[in-house]
Structure formats: structure tokens, C-alpha cells
């Protein structure tokens, strides 16, 4: 069984950074690839971007492109989600995902395997 350990979430002000992690364990990282997602209060989920199994490719909305930053160590069986120049509207819980996946190339993530359990990001003005 797949666990997904989402941390380092917490209170931040406008135009800050924040470095959010994710953890895996119960499954080879190889043909992994990771994604995060997001849910303001009152929103539906939203996915933020997402990035291969390599390593190699990244794809991510509007929204936090430029800003945002995943990236992942294989050999930590971890992600991150670097956030830069944060804004009151990336106020939301932020969730980790994988699925099983040997892609390169790929879009807004439709289906997920696994979920983390969360970790609130808040952004004041």
C-alpha cells in the first residue's frame, strides 16, 4: 500500500517562498510519476502541476507557472513543490499524488492512484 507524507506547509506572507514535501513509501519510485493538487476553502481540488518519473518533464497550470517548481529526488522517494512569489489566491490545502505512469508527456492529470493527506499552505495579504 502506497503512503504519500505531505510536509512543510504553514503561514506565509505575499511574495514569499514556501518548499512543500512529499514522502513516498510502499512502492518503487521508478514508474512513479508525482503530482500536486490544491483546494481552497468552498473550491473543488485543482491540480497544480505535475512531473515524470525521470524527472525530466513537467507540465503546470497557468496559474503558478513561473512561480512554481516541482521537482523530485529518486533516490529520497520524495517530491517537492518549490512556491515562489506566493499570493493570497495559492491560500489552499495542498495535496500530494502519484500514479503509475512511464510518460514523458502529459497534461492536466485526469486520475490518480494515490493521495497524500494534505498540508495547509496560507498566504496573507
Known amino acids: 500500500q502506497v503512503q504519500l507524507v505531505e510536509s512543510g506547509g504553514g503561514l506565509v506572507q505575499a511574495g514569499g517562498s514556501l518548499r512543500l514535501s512529499c514522502a513516498a513509501s510502499?512502492?518503487?519510485?521508478?514508474?512513479?510519476?508525482m503530482a500536486w493538487f490544491r483546494q481552497a476553502p468552498g473550491k473543488e481540488r485543482e491540480f497544480v502541476g505535475a512531473?515524470?518519473?525521470?524527472?525530466?518533464?513537467?507540465y503546470y497550470i497557468d496559474s503558478v507557472k513561473g512561480r512554481f517548481t516541482i521537482s523530485r529526488d529518486n533516490a529520497k522517494n520524495t517530491v517537492y513543490l518549490q512556491m515562489n512569489s506566493l499570493k493570497p489566491e495559492d491560500t489552499a490545502v495542498y495535496y500530494c499524488?502519484?500514479?503509475?505512469?512511464?510518460?514523458?508527456?502529459?497534461?492536466?492529470?485526469?486520475?490518480?492512484?494515490?493521495w497524500g493527506q494534505g498540508t495547509q499552505v496560507t498566504v496573507s495579504s
Open positions: 499524488a502519484g500514479r503509475e505512469d512511464y510518460s514523458e508527456s502529459f497534461g492536466v492529470w485526469r486520475f490518480v492512484d494515490d
Open positions: 510502499g512502492r518503487t519510485f521508478s514508474g512513479y510519476a
Open positions: 512531473i515524470s518519473w525521470t524527472g525530466l518533464s513537467t
